[in-house]
């Protein structure tokens, strides 16, 4: 039995918030909680005050983009694992990606396997 | 005009198969059918401009039908519970997608905008509300100004 996480899924759409949610479920990660944040701004906030256990976010986002998140986060000191979903999978993002303290970028289209593939090592 | 490679024979199929058999198209009953020439429906319009290295918009059109299709197939929810704002919505994700992948193709740095979308020829911009507007008329015909604020979602 799974220790139930938290997730926190930040994207400016609900419908990819909604799939996201529904592939977490596919790829067997049903028994965590799953919260959510409209723009960076929002999920900026909701790791601050709900403490999450991992980030699931979207690059492109009102208010502060994904990577923006991701920076200010850590000049605040918190390392929550984060990884982007994003429509922009470039050699330049996953850089850029990674050197902010991504864990992983998964682009869309995405698949059940894919976030498996992602989420494995800090959900399994 | 921006010099630079242009897409590959099928490269924009490729990406839209992919998209289909992701969300669309689970089963691969369905599939999303190319054609060598088709009238365009414009009842829903949605794109993602591309600005850098490589500079260029990608535009979704579609009829209502297709767009509350591809709502109710994204949502998981019945064509009958699909709403204006998800087709809005659905419809701008589709976009970026796509944008996003065609953006990776083409030369970098490259910025994607946020999508905009027009449903029967009225604009939205999904997560933006009005804050200020204006219409008049110059020389009898109309004119109208509108500033959008890009906002946190109200409602889940």
């Not at chain 1, 929002?42 to 991701?70: C, Y």
């Not at chain 1, 330049?92 to 494995?120: H, Q, S, V, Y």
């Not at chain 2, 591309?50 to 767009?67: P, Q």
Request: charged letters at 20%.
């Amino acid at each position: 039995m799974t220790v139930p996480m938290k997730i926190l899924i930040a994207d400016d759409s609900r419908v990819m918030r909604q799939i996201v949610t529904r592939t977490l479920r596919q790829a067997g990660y049903d028994d965590h909680d799953v919260i959510e944040a409209a723009d960076g701004r929002q999920a900026f906030d909701a790791v601050v005050n709900e403490n999450p256990d991992l980030v699931l976010s979207d690059w492109n986002m009102p208010e502060m983009t994904g990577i923006e998140v991701l920076r200010m986060l850590r000049a605040n000191g918190v390392e929550v694992p984060f990884g982007f979903v994003t429509s922009e999978g470039t050699a330049e993002m996953r850089n850029t990606a990674e050197e902010a303290g991504a864990i992983f970028l998964i682009t869309k289209p995405f698949t059940a396997e894919a976030f498996r593939d992602a989420l494995d090592p800090i959900l399994g | 005009m921006t010099a630079g490679p242009i897409l590959a024979d099928g490269d924009l199929l490729a990406i839209t198969e992919q998209i289909w058999a992701s969300y669309l198209d689970l089963d691969g009953a369905s599939p999303f059918v190319p054609l060598s020439s088709a009238e365009p429906a414009l009842d829903v319009h949605a794109s993602v401009s591309v600005t850098g290295a490589w500079r260029g918009h990608i535009l979704v059109t579609c009829s209502m039908g297709a767009a509350r299709n591809v709502a109710g197939a994204l949502l998981g929810i019945d064509l009958d519970d699909v709403t204006p704002e998800d087709v809005s919505d659905a419809v701008g994700e589709l976009a970026n997608i796509i944008g996003g992948n065609v953006k990776s193709l083409m030369p970098e740095p490259s910025a994607l905008s946020l999508p905009v979308v027009l449903v029967d020829g009225n604009v939205g911009f999904p997560s933006a509300i009005e804050v200020g507007s204006l219409v008049g008329e110059w020389l009898g015909e109309p004119i109208a100004v509108q500033v959008l604020e890009s906002t946190a979602e109200k409602d889940k």
